[in-house]
């Protein structure tokens, strides 16, 4: 069997946000996917929700704009510590 996921905003959508060191943007919701593309620190971020794997397992879904390029992807909430508010 298949498994659902779940994406839901726990901070108002579209958010502003900071990086405060580099993370990687995973293009599936997982961290051991493919790498979209490596946030350099102080790279902006906009929040778009929180995927939720497993009761006890969700990544961070954002956007991140460079050189007229859009990236969506996925960062690990492990990673939230390094995500400030703009």
Do not use: D, E, M, W
Not at 19 to 41: D, E, F
Not at 47 to 55: D, F, N, Q, S
Request: aromatic share 10%.
């Amino acid at each position: 069997g298949g498994y659902t996921t779940l994406t839901a905003a726990t901070l108002p959508g579209g958010t502003k946000h900071k990086i405060s060191a580099a993370l990687h943007l995973y293009k599936k919701n997982t961290a051991k996917g493919k790498i979209l593309i490596t946030l350099a620190k102080r790279a902006k971020i906009t929040y778009l929700g929180r995927t939720y794997l497993t009761k006890s397992k969700s990544t961070l879904h954002v956007t991140y704009k460079k050189a007229g390029r859009t990236y969506t992807g996925y960062i690990p909430i492990s990673r939230l510590q390094y995500i400030i508010k703009n």
